[in-house]
């Protein structure tokens, strides 16, 4: 089994979520963990702006995807921050790319599942992963979420991250919260 984890991060959330679904899937016997970035649209300058520069480069050492990558995947899971309740539009724009692969069916049956994270615990991250879903239907993928067997996203003893429809972190306003053990327990998961 192959899975691809593929993901943009600014501020590294994402990515240190996507480092525990890597994990995660590493732990079951028999699976092929690649881990891949989406690239950046956006130039330095912007970043510089944005205060994402640092974090960008801390990331540097993880390759870029290219969409030719997912025919080649057996599972691929999507990890990206919210933008005003949506996936970021560094990920739509590799999405978009992926008509080629639509066209041949390429997709169609593989194992498909979206993490994410947003700024407040109500900022429409479950909006998210939900409207992620639309674009993995329209590839035939099957979708996967985080079932509530992972009891983590019951509990009310802390804020904490991870929906039915998939893991995630909350990242506070400004990027001060780092995901919990819970949250990236749920990645793993
Ligand atoms: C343009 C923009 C739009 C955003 N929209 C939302 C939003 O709708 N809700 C929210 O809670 N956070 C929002 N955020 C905060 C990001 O989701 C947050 O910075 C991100 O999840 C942190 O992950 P990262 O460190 O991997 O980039 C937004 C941030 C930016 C830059």
């Not at 990331?59 to 969409?67: E, G, L, N, R």
């Not at 590839?139 to 009891?151: A, E, K, N, S, W």
Request: negative net charge; contains cysteine.
């Amino acid at each position: 089994m192959k899975v691809l984890v593929i993901y943009y991060s600014m501020y590294g959330h994402i990515h240190r979520m996507a480092q525990a679904v890597a994990e995660g899937a590493k732990q079951v016997e028999g699976t092929e963990v690649i881990l891949r970035r989406i690239p950046e649209t956006l130039p330095d300058e912007v970043l510089e702006k944005m205060g994402a520069l640092e974090a960008q480069r801390s990331m540097d050492h993880i390759p870029i995807c290219d969409v030719d990558q997912l025919a080649e995947a057996d599972a691929i899971i999507f990890g990206t921050p919210t933008r005003f309740g949506n996936m970021c539009g560094q990920m739509r724009q590799f999405l978009d790319a992926t008509v080629k692969l639509w066209a041949s069916g390429a997709l169609v049956g593989k194992i498909g599942s979206v993490f994410t994270g947003s700024a407040t615990q109500h900022g429409g991250q479950e909006l998210t992963s939900l409207s992620f879903h639309i674009t993995l239907l329209h590839h035939g993928m099957m979708i996967v979420g985080l079932p509530y067997t992972f009891t983590g996203q019951s509990r009310l003893d802390e804020i904490t991250g991870g929906s039915p429809y998939g893991a995630s972190t909350i990242a506070g306003s400004s990027g001060e919260r780092w995901p919990s053990e819970n949250e990236l327990e749920a990645a793993r998961f």
